[in-house]
């Protein structure tokens, strides 16, 4: 996995409900279908007080993508 990060709503410059945050991932390919379900998985599992979409940058429109890497922190 190259690079992954929060960004959406809640985070800098975009209105809506704090407590949602999309999880966008590079991982330099497209991700299976089993790999991002089992992740969608663990975030719905999770403890976390927030609530967590999965999204694979590599299905996203260019459109999306610009607007998702402005916002984007990495996390390791």
Known sequence: MRTCGPSG???KGVRGNS???IFAIDAGHALDFRMLGTL???FQESRLPIKV???DLHTVS???RRLID????AVA
């Open 53 to 55: 979409d999965v999204l």
């Open 62 to 64: 260019p459109e999306f």
């Open 9 to 11: 709503r809640g985070c």
């Open 19 to 21: 407590a949602i945050r």
């Open 40 to 42: 969608k998985e663990a």
């Open 70 to 73: 402005a916002q984007r922190v």
